[in-house]
């Protein structure tokens, strides 16, 4: 048989078949049974997290809150706090809401290190001191931009705690800090070591951070009261 009548009857029996292009997938389904086909429209592709989240602050009232935690911790009252103040300003600033709060949508998890950033005197960080055990297993004071920052991570991790939310990375000081016992702390380093927890409640929360100037961490964490599950937002 020549090659285009072979190739004729290829195609006759392809269609005859009544394949479909592997390519065009539930392009053509029939209806209730029936022989006839319909073209089915496509389907919008699912909503990713972020715009989810995007579209729930465009109409969000900060007014609908009620509190379910409300912490304070002591800090040193040196440069390191100066670090943990700057900090607490960032995380309101990042928040979404012009320095209202942040919020962290249903199943969402907080990332210290993502929401504050490198620790740089351009970020608007001061440099401090860090104790340190080197080589020789001598412990050791260094410069460090950004030492302090862990006090508002600690805070964090406590009122995160204490709300019932879930703590997914917490990390202890290698020393007993004075403002919390070791345990009870949340050290953080950029690039490595994290504090992260999950809003693991159906509505959306609304976190506080600030250190006022009696050098006090304040954190305040809100459920929003009323709204319901954002649509598109799954249950992981």
């Not at 020549?2 to 053509?28: D, M, R, T, Y």
């Not at 319909?38 to 109409?59: D, N």
């Not at 409300?70 to 800090?75: C, E, F, I």
């Not at 800090?177 to 927890?197: E, M």
Request: charged letters at 20%.
């Amino acid at each position: 048989m020549e090659k285009p009548l072979l190739l004729f009857v290829i195609l006759l029996l392809f269609f005859a078949s009544g394949c479909q292009n592997p390519f065009i997938q539930n392009s053509i389904s029939p209806v209730n049974g029936s022989t006839n086909p319909t073209v089915e429209v496509s389907k919008p592709l699912p909503k990713t997290a972020a715009e989810i989240k995007a579209e729930y602050l465009s109409t969000y009232d900060p007014s609908r809150k009620f509190l379910i935690e409300d912490h304070s911790l002591q800090l040193p009252h040196n440069k390191g706090t100066i670090n943990a103040r700057r900090a607490a300003e960032i995380i309101m600033e990042k928040g979404g809401q012009g320095k209202l709060g942040y919020v962290l949508m249903p199943y969402e998890i907080f990332s210290y290190n993502d929401v504050v950033g490198e620790r740089t005197i351009t970020a608007g960080f001061v440099d401090g001191t860090l104790h340190i055990t080197n080589e020789k297993g001598e412990v050791e004071m260094i410069n460090s931009v950004g030492s302090g920052v862990c006090r508002t991570s600690t805070a964090l991790y406590q009122a995160a705690r204490d709300a019932d939310l879930k703590i997914i990375e917490r990390n202890s000081h290698e020393f007993e800090q004075p403002y919390a016992k070791q345990g009870d702390d949340a050290t953080v380093w950029y690039g490595n070591l994290d504090n992260r927890f999950q809003n693991n409640k159906n509505n959306p929360i609304l976190i506080q951070c600030s250190v006022d100037s009696a050098d006090i961490a304040n954190v305040q964490i809100y459920q929003m009261q009323g709204d319901p599950l954002p649509e598109g937002m799954v249950h992981p």
